[in-house]
Structure formats: structure tokens, C-alpha cells
């Protein structure tokens, strides 16, 4: 195989290098393209043609279905580790060992209080105010107290604000919470799991003591496994790019929450919920819903359908629609909303327009129907996402700054006005 690409444009020929992944993945280099060719440019919406780096944390084949995070494959991560673990390897590469482990998870504990100001913040939103722009705001609310966090001139600074925001992250989700629901402010306990701590902050009740359910705890931890990390999607995509002008880890993660709260992204699964939940209500008829979804001059999508990347079954979903199923069975509960779900995968998978576009069910399609099995309302769900992505943030961040990555800036293709006389406001 060559090794070069040659583009020519006006009859001038331009080579660029190939450079080879360790999955074989090619890519052209164009480093040098505006400087060889003069400025020449490349126009790509979307980027869903464009490498924005080259990196080392997860490899995601979606003509395959094939997720894995630093060479392990989501499923054996799903079933045999545990969310701390996967946010190690994550983060620093390699599964730890118990004695890594216990000392990243004693930093973690040593940082998971918050300056008691920040319920003042908290206290300021409205109750009806969504939890992502309100974990968004904490989350970068969490510089100003802790101004070191900024400048990481050192991989020591760098692992203080990692175990910073991992500690501090699950008490400002489960206040956001608490917040919607008026529960007072807590704490979870130092004794616990990172896991189970969190179930506590999020659901202790303030007038009987918390009983930990172990079915819960293994379903939170498998759903935060699956959404560690998905390479260059729209939110890390954002953290690094908010990162590669140095700014400070929290505020880069801020930006993060931001891009994921939208619908086509991690709003999905509160989406798909509130979809779900209305076909409930217009008597539950699945294929008029498949007809608003094909229909082009109707702006209805079915929602936890399609993704960027997964041109075959998303995995996780794979590994979800599992979970659920034994979720929904071990608590005892039945959920016409999963009957719904069920019904429209099979006519999706079986149905020409979803087939022709390889639309298969996403991670979204499922996550929702566990986590209001667990009782967190719909609005979090997005929150549950940005919780389990946040590990998945900080690796790439950290990669980013460790690589010395350049400022993200693209360039355009200016289709505006050409020059024009300024005209003084009594002559237009
Ligand atoms: N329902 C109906 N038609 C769809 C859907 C859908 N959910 N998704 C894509 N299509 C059609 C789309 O209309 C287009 O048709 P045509 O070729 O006739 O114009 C074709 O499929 C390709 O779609 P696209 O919008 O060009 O694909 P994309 O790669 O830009 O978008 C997506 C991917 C995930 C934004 C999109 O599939 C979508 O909006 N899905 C619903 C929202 C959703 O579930 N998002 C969660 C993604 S997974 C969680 C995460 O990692 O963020």
C-alpha cells in the first residue's frame, strides 16, 4: 500500500502522508495542506470526516459494533469491573492494581466535600430549572473555590484536579437532585463504594436510616461503565477543544455538560423517556409513530434510534437491553412504557427505512427504562450520563494537555459580502 495521499487541485499535485492506527485505521494527514497549496482549504460539516487528534483511549468500530476502552472490550468491562476501575484505566491507561486502586479511591474521598457556599449558588436556581444547566453552572462554580485547579503545570497538579472534580462531581449530581425534589443537603459516607456513596447522597430520605440495595448499585455501575467513554464525540470533542486553550479542567468539563445536554446527544434518554411516555398517553399505536418518523415533512425523529458512528447495533445498547430485562425483573416492576420500547425495536429492525439507514437502537433506547425503574426522575437522566462520561472527559482532557495538542481552531469558507463602502446611517 502507498503510504501518501496526492491531491491535486488547478493541476498542481500535493502529497500527504497516511498515518496508520493500531486498528489499521487510516487517515491523510493535511498538516501542511494550507501552506503547500496556499491557503486552500477543508470544508467538513459535522466533521464526520475529519480526525481531530490521534489518541489512545478508545477504539470504536461502528460498521462492527466493536467498543473498547484502552484495548478492553466494553463487554468484559461491563461484567467483570467496576466503574472506579474503568475510570482508572481510563484516565491513566492500564487496569490498577488493588493497591492503585485503594489509594486513588482514599484521594477521591479526601476531596469529596464541597465549599458550603456552594449551596448558596444552589439555592439561587429555581426549583423548575433543568439539572444539566444547573450541574453545569456548579461544576464551573467549582474554580472559583478552588483556584489551584487551573494551572497544571505538573502531572501532580493535573492528578489533584482529577481527584478534585471525581470526588466533588456525584455530591453537586445527587444536590442537583435533592435540590428538585427539596430534600435537605447531604453527605454520603467515607465507609462506602464510590458507587453505592452516590445511591446514598442521591437517596437517603432525611427521617428513616438508608438500606443500600446491592441490584441498584450493580445496575448504576454498569450504566456509568457503558457511558465512560465514546472517543470523539460532541461533548469530549468540546472538552478538549475548551481545554486546548488551557483553561482549567472544571471549566472544560462545564462546556462538556453543556454539549451533552442536547437531545441529539445525551439528552437523548430523556427524550426517549418523554417519546415513549406520549405514545403511552395516544393509546400506544407504535406504527403511527414509525410513520411521523419516516415522514420527511414531519420534524418527528424516534428518539434512541441512529448514531454518528454505530452503523450496526450499538453495543452498550446490546449490553442494556439485557440489563434491563433482569433490572425491571429483580425489582418486581412492569412497565407498559418497556413494552412500548420493545414494540418499536422490533418494527425499527424490521422496517426498510431503518434498515436501508442502519438505524439500530442506541444506548439511549434502554438507559431510560432502568433508571426510572430506580426511581430517578426523568430529568436526571441526562445527568446520569454526564456522571458516567466523566471519567471519559478527564482521560481525554488529560491526554490532550499531556500531548501538548495545539489550540483547536478551525478555519472556513467565508460565503459573506465582498467589501462594501460604509454608508453613514441618513444615506441606507
Ligand atoms: N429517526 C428517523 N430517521 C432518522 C433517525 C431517527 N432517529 N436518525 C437518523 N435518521 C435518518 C435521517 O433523517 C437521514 O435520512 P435521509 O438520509 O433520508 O436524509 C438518515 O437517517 C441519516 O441521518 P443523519 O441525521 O444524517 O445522521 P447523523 O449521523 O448526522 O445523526 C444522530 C446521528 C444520532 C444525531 C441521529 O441518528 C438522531 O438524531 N437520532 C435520534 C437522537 C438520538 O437518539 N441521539 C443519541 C445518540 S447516542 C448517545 C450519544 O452518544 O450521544
New binding site residues.
Given amino acids: 500500500m502507498s503510504n501518501t495521499a496526492i491531491l491535486e487541485i488547478n493541476g498542481e499535485k500535493h502529497e500527504f502522508p497516511l498515518i496508520v492506527g493500531t486498528e489499521n485505521e487510516i487517515g491523510i494527514d493535511i498538516k501542511t495542506l494550507r501552506g503547500v497549496t496556499g491557503g486552500v482549504t477543508t470544508i467538513d460539516p ?1 466533521y ?1 470526516n475529519t480526525g481531530s487528534c490521534e489518541s489512545a483511549i478508545t477504539f470504536l468500530n461502528g460498521e462492527e459494533g466493536v467498543l473498547r476502552y484502552r484495548g478492553y472490550a466494553i463487554e468484559d468491562l461491563a461484567e467483570k469491573a467496576d466503574f472506579l476501575e474503568v475510570a482508572y484505566l481510563l484516565i491513566f491507561g492500564n487496569l490498577p492494581t488493588q493497591e492503585q486502586l485503594d489509594k486513588f479511591h482514599a484521594d477521591i474521598k479526601k476531596e469529596s466535600v464541597v465549599d458550603d457556599d456552594i449551596k448558596k449558588i444552589l439555592d439561587a436556581f429555581p426549583k423548575t430549572a433543568h439539572p444539566m444547566g444547573v450541574l453545569a453552572s456548579l461544576t464551573s462554580a467549582l474554580t472559583a473555590f478552588n483556584p489551584s485547579s487551573v494551572n497544571v503545570d505538573s502531572e501532580d497538579d493535573m492528578y489533584n484536579a482529577i481527584v478534585k472534580i471525581l470526588g466533588k462531581f456525584p455530591v453537586l449530581v445527587a444536590w442537583t437532585m435533592r435540590k428538585k425534589q427539596g430534600l435537605p443537603l447531604n453527605y454520603g459516607s467515607e465507609d462506602l463504594g464510590y458507587v453505592e456513596n452516590i445511591l446514598k447522597m442521591m437517596f437517603e430520605k432525611p427521617n428513616k436510616p438508608y438500606e443500600q440495595n446491592d441490584i441498584l448499585i450493580n445496575a448504576l455501575d454498569k450504566l456509568l461503565i457503558l457511558h465512560a467513554d ?1 472517543e470523539q ?2 461533548s469530549t470533542s468540546t472538552v478538549r477543544i475548551v481545554g486546548s486553550s488551557h483553561a482549567g479542567l472544571f471549566a472544560s468539563l462545564s462546556a462538556g455538560i453543556s454539549a ?1 445536554w442536547g ?4 439528552g ?1 434518554n430523556q ?2 423517556l418523554e417519546m415513549l411516555e406520549g405514545i403511552k398517553e395516544d393509546g400506544g399505536d407504535t406504527k403511527k409513530y414509525m410513520a411521523k ?2 415522514d ?1 415533512e414531519d420534524p418527528f ?8 458512528v454505530y452503523k450496526n447495533f ?1 453495543p452498550r445498547a446490546k449490553i442494556i437491553k439485557k440489563a434491563a430485562d433482569e433490572v425491571l425483573g429483580d425489582l418486581g416492576v412492569e412497565d407498559p412504557v418497556l413494552d412500548i420500547a420493545k414494540g418499536l425495536a422490533e418494527e425499527a429492525l424490521s422496517d426498510d ?2 434498515v436501508k ?1 442502519k ?1 439500530y437502537p ?4 434502554y438507559s431510560g427504562i432502568i433508571y426510572r425503574a430506580m426511581g430517578i426522575p426523568v430529568e436526571m437522566f441526562t445527568v446520569m450520563f454526564a456522571l458516567g462520561r466523566l471519567p471519559g472527559w478527564i482521560a481525554q482532557w488529560r491526554e490532550m494537555r499531556l500531548r501538548k495538542e495545539p489550540i483547536g481552531r478551525p478555519r472556513q469558507i467565508y460565503i459573506g459580502e465582498n467589501h462594501r463602502e460604509f454608508k453613514s446611517i441618513n444615506e441606507r
Fill in positions: 459535522g464526520k465514546h464525540n460532541c451533552l437531545p441529539l446527544h445525551g437523548a427524550a426517549v418518523a419516516k420527511k425523529r424516534l428518539m434512541g434510534f441512529g448514531h454518528r450499538d427505512y431503518f439507514r438505524l442506541n444506548v439511549d433506547f
